[in-house]
């Protein structure tokens, strides 16, 4: 089990108090809020990271004692996101991800993990025929859905020169174990961004870490992106809202879920209006443009939060009917669909 490198915890008092502990990463300002038992009966942790809140939820109790398991396995779980957003951040100076896209064309020694997330990333650009690719990171940077900032035609047509996911090409060497993994881009100017699929693989990673850790169950929430594995310590299933996207309190549809994953991508977290049209980050390979779709949100429930992650944002771009279709024409796949009329549209496997 990796150690929790760089993590300073301490326990607050137990005299009727909330029960919320204190920690920073040395050397960052970032905190992590810890709860060492709710009323539920969880340990919890919240902390910033991938641009989002992250929150996980633990069992306090494990064989009816209280231990400090649980919070040492949310301690471990925040070491590894905090070791995954050094590789793979696109902004952050050193990462694997910085690495490639400063390259030129020579190869790129990266860690397995950055390796693995690229891979993925090429798959699912490779499955969604255009409406994703992981090469948008020329053409992303030239956004800013905070400010309301868009780019000029000619700056979008410039970095839409540079995008496409076969410019990049990954090779590796021996085993998982003693391996090395490479990466080299055919275009110099090519930039990478995994931010659309990275969070997935990540959940499921956190998963797989709290279950070796001894959890009999959990639930990991990464800004939207939401894993879950065991069921509830009472024997029922993880009630998972989905997200109204026009902003009503109450959830357009509830997933019950013992394990797997439930991802949506949509329009309403970042976009801004401009010239009475909504300006959102869900963005056209061919043009660089918000996609034009009849979708207010995309929620996919799948076994695993990769692929829930790494086709949300395709079947957002595919729109309702196309969407529909697709889901129903697999197994391990459901859907819930917001038209950007409020209607919710069910797949079958979730009626």
Same mark, same amino acid.
């Given at each position: 089990?990796?150690?929790?490198?760089?993590?300073?915890?301490?326990?607050?008092?137990?005299?009727?108090?909330?029960?919320?502990?204190?920690?920073?990463?040395?050397?960052?300002?970032?905190?992590?809020?810890?709860?060492?038992?709710?009323?539920?009966?969880?340990?919890?942790?919240?902390?910033?990271?991938?641009?989002?809140?992250?929150?996980m939820r633990v069992p306090a109790y494990v064989e009816q004692e209280r231990t400090s398991a649980a919070l040492d396995a949310l301690e471990g779980a925040v070491g590894l996101c905090r070791r995954f957003e050094r590789l793979l951040?696109?902004?952050?100076?050193?990462?694997?991800?910085?690495?490639?896209?400063?390259?030129?064309?020579?190869?790129?020694e990266v860690d397995f993990d950055t390796w693995e997330a690229l891979r993925d990333a090429k798959r699912f650009s490779a499955e /969604? %025929?255009?409406? *994703?690719?992981?090469?948008?990171?020329?053409?992303?940077?030239?956004? $800013?859905?905070?400010? +309301?900032?868009?780019?000029?035609?000619?700056?979008?047509?410039?970095?839409?020169?540079?995008?496409?996911?076969?410019?990049?090409?990954?090779?590796e060497t021996g085993g998982r174990s003693g391996g090395r993994r490479f990466v080299r881009k055919a275009d110099a100017l090519t930039c990478v961004d995994v931010g659309g699929t990275a969070k997935g693989l990540i959940a499921d990673r956190v998963c797989a870490f709290l279950r070796e850790a001894?959890?009999?169950?959990?639930?990991?929430?990464?800004?939207?992106?939401?894993?879950v594995f065991g069921g509830k310590p009472d024997g029922?299933?993880?009630?998972?809202?989905?997200?109204?996207?026009?902003?009503?309190?109450?959830?357009?549809?509830?997933?019950?879920?013992?394990?797997?994953?439930?991802?949506?991508?949509?329009? /309403? %977290?970042?976009? *801004?209006?401009?010239?009475?049209?909504?300006?959102?980050?869900?963005? $056209?390979?061919?043009? +660089?443009?918000?996609v034009d779709a009849d979708l207010a949100s995309a929620t996919l429930v799948a076994p695993t939060s990769v692929e829930?992650?790494?086709r949300s944002t395709m079947i957002f771009a595919l729109g309702l009917d196309r969407a529909i279709r697709y889901v129903e024409g697999r197994d391990d796949l459901e859907a819930v669909l917001v038209d950007v009329k409020g209607n919710v549209h069910v797949t079958s496997g979730l009626l």
């Open positions: 089990m990796p150690a929790a490198v760089g993590i300073r915890r301490q326990r607050a008092r137990q005299d009727g108090g909330t029960g919320v502990l204190e920690a920073s990463m040395e050397g960052d300002r970032t905190c992590v809020e810890f709860d060492e038992c709710d009323a539920n009966g969880f340990a919890s942790c919240r902390f910033f990271a991938f641009d989002t809140v992250v929150s951040s696109r902004t952050l100076v050193g990462s694997d991800v910085w690495g490639v896209n400063r390259s030129t064309g020579e190869l790129v /969604s %025929e255009g409406a *994703f690719d992981f090469t948008m990171g020329g053409v992303t940077c030239l956004w $800013d859905f905070r400010k +309301g900032v868009s780019p000029d035609r000619s700056e979008l047509a410039e970095a839409l020169g540079h995008v496409g996911w076969r410019k990049i090409e990954l090779f001894g959890m009999p169950c959990g639930y990991v929430d990464l800004g939207g992106n939401i894993a029922t299933p993880w009630l998972i809202g989905v997200r109204d996207p026009f902003g009503c309190e109450d959830a357009v549809a509830i997933v019950a879920l013992r394990d797997g994953s439930v991802v949506t991508s949509g329009v /309403s %977290e970042r976009s *801004f209006l401009r010239d009475g049209a909504l300006r959102h980050h869900i963005l $056209d390979p061919t043009t +660089g443009m918000p829930a992650d790494g």
